[in-house]
């Protein structure tokens, strides 16, 4: 036996392959998923012969029986189940130590001939390196996975970058120190470790080379816009596949016109969007429609209530505006975009996370140039004026429509607030518009003002429109001029005038004849009548107070005017003031001494 002494003992497992030593090469392949090395895995060619060996074996003659013998022996080791696989392989001596866990049998071979003397055999097995960190290999690291992928592909079309993650695995049944291992979960745990974008608690990272992301815009995510999952639990193997995009902000106008464009992604949302801008001739002004889709990340943490809160916060008058001045630019037009827009229609789709939108802006003056707007709502309107020519009084009418845009709720509620804001203070903004107009159609009545309060105010609504209509007069009537407290007031004179008096007296000579004495009065009492009515401008007790000494000022202020002869003296006098309904009235009556008015009726006769 010592003719045949080992000094280099190969073995897989238990097993030491006999004399003569085989030979044995290795390779080594590094493996990468995901731009990441993987593992390096260690190819190990083992190359040997079958002997036999005369000094340890007494064959009788019988060589081929002997060759198959050993042959079976190694067939044994090496050939057929599971159980032959995941074996530390090691070759050790003079000086040499190499040692290679958790092996798996690739291939063994056979050389055909005679089997006399030598039968040549040939064994491929490989394993991985085992980690410098963990000090594991790669089965020991991941068992029971195999043939695992982790790659990204990248495209790009209309400024939309798309990234495609595709991650799959293969799993085996093994036995290992007694438990029992699922080939399907072992795959499925494997590629779920791996989804996503963010770095995983194992230390996996999952993101993709700077080359697919450096177009991307500042401060911009990746959107999840498609998962698909295969799966095959009989075969063991699990896959899934992730489709990523985002804005590369690639834009064919000049970098200076692109600088500045607003970025419509958010980390939950990406807007794709296009902008149309006819020009027609003879138009006097310019539409421009923004329009596109909102695609949510169809990741489960992002909810859409997320999706529309970052939808809502996306400034679209922005995106349109550049773009806007991006033309302008090239046509030479100095016109400016009206922040607030004529339409803006949204469908949502909650279950896809998905709008689709369509926004139209437009350059019209005629929001910029309202007297009366607010929030997206202006007052355009008409003034009308009506001459009197008989009691010498104008009236000015202002009419009009209040026009919201906007949607039906925002247009609603804009209006109503207009609205309040023209009615407040008596419609005081309208009455000094109207006296504005009234002055430059009748510059010859400048010392005229119109009324403090409006006369015959209608206002209707339309809620399915959103728009409110209102109507409101004023006249250069006589008025209390500075008061604020008299809503309306008019009064009433009449005058019972001093004429002579004239008495008849029946003929005592001649049968119905009379004759007229003038009574020849120097002086007589004139009776005037002063009839003053009026309302307060609010139900309040104080105002209405003032209101009610206003109306009795008027009433003294037509009595000093009319009562201007001798031995003045109040005959009567009613005064009623009621809060509610608001009725103010104020009546005298008056007479004074003055002469007398002598009327010459004299017959004319005709021939």
Same mark, same amino acid.
Not at 502 to 507: C, Q
């Given at each position: 036996?010592?003719?045949?002494?080992?000094?280099?003992?190969?073995?897989?497992?238990?097993?030491?392959?006999?004399?003569?030593?085989?030979?044995?090469?290795?390779?080594?392949?590094?493996?990468?998923?995901?731009?990441?090395?993987?593992?390096?895995?260690?190819? %190990?060619?083992?190359?040997?012969?079958?002997?036999?060996?005369?000094?340890?074996?007494?064959?009788?003659?019988?060589?081929?029986?002997?060759?198959?013998?050993?042959?079976?022996?190694?067939?044994?080791?090496?050939?057929?189940? +599971?159980?032959?696989?995941?074996?530390?392989?090691?070759?050790?001596?003079?000086?040499?130590?190499?040692?290679?866990?958790?092996?798996?049998?690739?291939?063994?071979?056979?050389?055909?001939?005679?089997?006399?003397?030598?039968?040549?055999?040939?064994?491929?097995?490989?394993?991985?390196?085992?980690?410098?960190?963990?000090?594991?290999?790669?089965?020991?690291?991941?068992?029971?996975?195999?043939?695992? %992928?982790?790659?990204?592909?990248?495209?790009?079309?209309?400024?939309?970058?798309?990234?495609?993650?595709?991650?799959?695995?293969?799993?085996?049944?093994?036995?290992?120190?007694?438990?029992?291992?699922?080939?399907?979960?072992?795959?499925?745990?494997?590629?779920?470790?791996?989804?996503?974008?963010? =770095? =995983?608690?194992?230390?996996?990272?999952? =993101?993709?080379?700077?080359?697919?992301?450096?177009?991307?815009?500042?401060?911009?995510? +990746?959107?999840?816009?498609?998962?698909?999952?295969?799966?095959?639990?009989?075969?063991?193997?699990?896959?899934?596949?992730?489709?990523?995009?985002?804005?590369?902000?690639?834009?064919?106008?000049?970098?200076?016109?692109?600088?500045?464009?607003?970025?419509?992604?958010?980390?939950?949302?990406?807007?794709?969007?296009?902008?149309?801008?006819?020009?027609?001739?003879?138009?006097?002004?310019?539409?421009?429609?923004?329009?596109?889709?909102?695609?949510?990340?169809? @990741?489960?943490?992002?909810?859409?209530? @997320?999706?529309?809160?970052?939808?809502?916060?996306?400034?679209?008058? @922005?995106?349109?505006?550049?773009?806007?001045?991006?033309?302008?630019?090239?046509?030479?037009?100095?016109?400016?975009?009206?922040?607030?827009?004529?339409?803006?229609?949204?469908?949502?789709?909650?279950?896809?996370?998905?709008?689709?939108?369509?926004?139209?802006?437009?350059?019209?003056?005629?929001?910029?140039?309202?007297?009366?707007?607010?929030?997206?709502?202006?007052?355009?309107?008409?003034?009308?004026?009506?001459?009197?020519?008989?009691?010498?009084?104008?009236?000015?009418?202002?009419?009009?429509?209040?026009?919201?845009?906007?949607?039906?709720?925002?247009?609603?509620?804009?209006?109503?607030?207009?609205?309040?804001?023209?009615?407040?203070?008596?419609?005081?903004?309208?009455?000094?518009?109207?006296?504005?107009?009234?002055?430059?159609?009748?510059?010859?009545?400048?010392?005229?003002? +119109?009324?403090?309060?409006?006369?015959?105010?209608?206002?209707?609504?339309?809620?399915?429109?959103?728009?409110?209509?209102?109507?409101?007069?004023?006249?250069?009537?006589?008025?209390?001029?500075?008061?604020?407290?008299?809503?309306?007031?008019?009064?009433?004179?009449?005058?019972?005038?001093?004429?002579?008096?004239?008495?008849?007296?029946?003929?005592?000579?001649?049968?119905?004849?009379?004759?007229?004495?003038?009574?020849?009065?120097?002086?007589?009492?004139?009776?005037?009548?002063?009839?003053?009515?009026?309302?307060?401008?609010?139900?309040?007790?104080?105002?209405?107070?003032?209101?009610?000494?206003?109306?009795?000022?008027?009433?003294?202020?037509?009595?000093?005017?009319?009562?201007?002869?001798?031995?003045?003296?109040?005959?009567?006098?009613?005064?009623?003031?009621?809060?509610?309904?608001?009725?103010?009235?104020?009546?005298?009556?008056?007479?004074?001494?003055?002469?007398?008015?002598?009327?010459?009726?004299?017959?004319?006769?005709?021939?």
């Amino acid at each position: 036996m010592a003719a045949y002494k080992q000094d280099i003992k190969v073995k897989y497992g238990d097993f030491t392959f006999p004399v003569p030593t085989p030979y044995v090469s290795r390779t080594y392949e590094q493996e990468y998923v995901g731009g990441e090395l993987w593992a390096t895995k260690v190819n %190990v060619s083992i190359n040997g012969q079958i002997a036999i060996l005369p000094k340890r074996e007494k064959v009788g003659g019988n060589n081929y029986s002997a060759l198959a013998e050993k042959r079976d022996k190694i067939a044994k080791e090496f050939a057929g189940g +599971l159980g032959k696989n995941f074996k530390d392989f090691s070759v050790i001596g003079h000086g040499t130590e190499f040692k290679l866990k958790s092996c798996s049998i690739d291939s063994l071979q056979f050389e055909s001939g005679n089997y006399v003397g030598l039968v040549g055999y040939s064994i491929s097995l490989h394993g991985y390196l085992e980690e410098e960190t963990s000090g594991k290999g790669f089965y020991e690291t991941n068992y029971g996975v195999t043939s695992p %992928v982790d790659s990204w592909a990248y495209s790009e079309s209309g400024g939309i970058g798309s990234l495609t993650h595709t991650i799959s695995a293969s799993g085996y049944n093994s036995d290992k120190s007694g438990s029992s291992y699922d080939a399907f979960l072992k795959a499925k745990s494997f590629v779920e470790s791996r989804k996503g974008l963010d =770095k =995983k608690p194992n230390g996996a990272s999952n =993101k993709m080379t700077n080359f697919f992301v450096s177009n991307v815009h500042p401060d911009s995510s +990746l959107i999840l816009n498609t998962l698909a999952e295969q799966a095959d639990r009989l075969g063991g193997t699990y896959s899934i596949t992730e489709g990523y995009s985002f804005a590369t902000n690639k834009s064919s106008v000049a970098a200076g016109l692109e600088a500045g464009l607003p970025n419509p992604q958010t980390k939950n949302i990406l807007t794709t969007y296009s902008i149309g801008l006819p020009e027609e001739h003879g138009s006097d002004f310019i539409q421009l429609t923004i329009s596109g889709n909102v695609n949510g990340s169809k @990741d489960p943490s992002v909810s859409w209530e @997320d999706v529309r809160n970052d939808f809502k916060a996306l400034d679209f008058y @922005d995106l349109a505006n550049k773009a806007y001045i991006n033309h302008t630019n090239r046509t030479e037009v100095n016109l400016t975009l009206n922040r607030n827009p004529v339409s803006f229609n949204v469908s949502p789709s909650e279950e896809a996370k998905r709008m689709t939108f369509s926004i139209v802006y437009d350059n019209n003056p005629l929001y910029t140039r309202a007297v009366f707007k607010n929030g997206g709502a202006y007052f355009s309107y008409t003034l009308n004026f009506s001459h009197d020519t008989i009691a010498d009084v104008v009236t000015v009418q202002c009419s009009g429509s209040i026009i919201t845009r906007g949607s039906l709720k925002k247009s609603n509620r804009q209006a109503k607030i207009l609205l309040d804001e023209l009615l407040d203070k008596d419609m005081k903004k309208l009455q000094e518009e109207a006296q504005k107009a009234y002055h430059r159609m009748f510059p010859d009545r400048t010392q005229y003002k +119109l009324t403090n309060f409006p006369e015959g105010v209608s206002v209707g609504q339309n809620e399915f429109t959103g728009e409110i209509t209102l109507s409101a007069s004023f006249s250069d009537r006589d008025h209390f001029e500075k008061a604020d407290y008299v809503k309306r007031s008019s009064f009433q004179i009449s005058v019972n005038p001093p004429n002579q008096e004239y008495r008849t007296a029946a003929s005592c000579l001649n049968n119905g004849d009379h004759i007229v004495y003038d009574l020849n009065l120097k002086t007589k009492r004139e009776t005037v009548g002063i009839n003053c009515d009026g309302a307060s401008s609010s139900s309040d007790e104080d105002n209405f107070d003032l209101a009610v000494k206003g109306i009795e000022d008027l009433n003294e202020k037509l009595k000093i005017s009319f009562l201007t002869g001798r031995v003045k003296r109040l005959d009567s006098q009613s005064n009623v003031a009621n809060l509610i309904p608001n009725d103010i009235t104020f009546n005298r009556g008056l007479s004074h001494e003055k002469d007398v008015i002598t009327l010459r009726m004299d017959k004319q006769t005709t021939k």
